[in-house]
């Protein structure tokens, strides 16, 4: 009987020791997943105000994460459309982002926008874009190009997202004034 005692007395003294060596090996084996929780192909959203579809954007490949933010792997392209429903503007990028938290687009690698409408072109590296205020801007050296100029500005640039009108930063280029090809240099560098 006294065996049996002391055993019990060292079963009860040794099972906590076990229990918190089990705890310790679950806390261990638990790793938060921070990939997609959702994987959409062939992706095309439209949006619209007053009832008409003023933009629409397509991808090949949309993956959402947790906290809402979405990543476009593959080449993106973002449509703008008249009142009527005539597309006039398109940008497109290599790839993409949305940030839920800024509800900011970005697109990134080769884009390029164009306004058909007013021929206008621009091309850049990474250009963002936010549907809220609906500008588009980037910190990136940009290249416009219109029937009369071809500007390139170093310090980036900002513009309504239909492309009609746009500030640039430190920009330089080729202006036609008059009929007459001149050159302006704005950065007041020789």
């Known amino acids: 009987m006294k065996k049996l005692g002391i055993f019990c007395f060292l079963l009860i003294i040794a099972s906590p020791a076990l229990w918190s060596c089990e705890e310790e090996k ?29 933009v629409k ?4 490949k ?3 994460f947790k906290n809402e933010n979405e990543l476009y792997p593959k080449a993106v392209y973002v449509n703008f459309l008249d009142k009527n429903g005539v597309e006039y503007s398109m940008l497109r990028g290599d790839s993409g ?6 509800n900011l ?19 850049t590296e990474e250009l963002f ?11 990136k050296k940009v290249t416009i190009k219109t029937p ?13 997202e239909d492309f009609s009108k ?4 430190k920009p330089k280029g080729t202006f036609m004034v008059d009929s007459l090809r001149t050159i302006v240099d704005t950065t007041g560098q020789d």
Request: net charge positive; no cysteine; glycine share 6%.
């Open 148 to 160: 009369r100029e071809s500007i390139t500005a170093s310090g980036g640039m900002e513009a309504s």
């Open 57 to 60: 954007m397509s991808t090949a």
């Open 26 to 54: 679950d806390k261990k084996e638990f790793i938060e997943y921070m990939g997609p929780i959702l994987s959409t192909d062939n992706l095309s959203i439209t949006y619209s105000d007053s009832g008409r579809v003023k």
């Open 97 to 102: 982002q949305y940030s839920k938290e800024k």
């Open 62 to 64: 949309q993956m959402k």
């Open 166 to 169: 746009y500030s640039l930063r």
């Open 129 to 139: 874009w936010n549907p809220v205020t609906k500008k588009i801007f980037t910190d």
């Open 105 to 123: 687009y970005i697109i990134q690698g080769n884009v390029f926008f164009n306004n058909r409408l007013l021929q206008q072109s621009l091309s």
